[in-house]
T-cell receptor
Framework: ETGVTQSPTHLIKTRGQQVTLRCSSQ?????VSWYQQALGQGPQFIFQ???????GRGNFPPRFSGLQFPNYSSELNVNALELDDSALYLC?????????FGSGTRLTVV | AQSVTQPDIHITVSEGASLELRCNYS??????LFWYVQSPGQGLQLLLK??????LVQGIKGFEAEFKRSQSSFNLRKPSVHWSDAAEYFC???????????????FGKGTLLTVNP
């Protein structure tokens, strides 16, 4: 049973729109990371938050942004959606050296 | 830059047969190494991890992996595969940054395992 919950599980957006994906981590997990997994690929690191501050970022443009809240929840926001943003977005949280992944949000951009 | 190579895109084995999934990494320091499993439409489940110490690591579901620094490898093994092991398997290296214990995961492209009855 995973301690990381993501919502929604699926959604469809139109190119140019904005989207917010949500993640609820386990209590005490003050580190949260977001990954993008395109079809047939391994996950790619988007960014990481520690105690509500971004402390690491992968090779993603600024239109990918995030927030982390004191209640161990977090958000991934993507502006100006492009077709290539269609992917499974995974949230992972940690209280130390191991990450627990959620089941992901499948985003389709049409 | 760190990278992970999983040379086998797809492997098919018979139920009860042994399994070895290959993983090679490129990393400048002592790596943190991981194996994850992903069932269709699901997130990633951690099978095992290596941070330091004994190079043979035991994980869940009867899996083990061996860290070989000289070969830059971290291959995953299971002596007898069950039909429920059919899934996609990802090897990953943890890349430390910013000091402390912060790290990001760099994944390979995955190996799809099919199990024949």
């Amino acid at each position: 049973e995973t301690g990381v919950t993501q919502s929604p599980t699926h959604l469809i957006k139109t190119r140019g729109q904005q989207v917010t994906l949500r993640c609820s981590s386990q209590s005490g997990h003050n580190t949260v990371s977001w990954y993008q997994q395109a079809l047939g690929q391994g996950p790619q690191f988007i960014f990481q938050y520690y105690r509500e501050e971004e402390n690491g970022r992968g090779n993603f443009p600024p239109r990918f942004s995030g927030l982390q809240f004191p209640n161990y929840s977090s958000e991934l926001n993507v502006n100006a959606l492009e077709l290539d943003d269609s992917a499974l977005y995974l949230c992972a949280s940690s209280a130390g050296f191991g990450y627990t992944f959620g089941s992901g949000t499948r985003l389709t951009v049409v | 830059a760190q990278s992970v190579t999983q040379p086998d895109i797809h492997i098919t084995v018979s139920e009860g047969a042994s399994l070895e999934l290959r993983c090679n990494y490129s990393y400048g320091a002592t790596p943190y190494l991981f194996w994850y499993v992903q069932s269709p439409g699901q997130g990633l489940q951690l099978l095992l991890k290596y941070f330091s110490g004994d190079t043979l690591v035991q994980g869940i579901k009867g899996f083990e992996a061996e860290f070989k620094r000289s070969q830059s490898s971290f291959n995953l093994r299971k002596p007898s595969v069950h039909w429920s092991d059919a899934a996609e398997y990802f090897c990953a290296v943890g890349d430390l940054y910013g000091g402390g214990s912060n790290y990001k995961l760099t994944f390979g492209k995955g190996t799809l395992l099919t199990v024949n009855p």
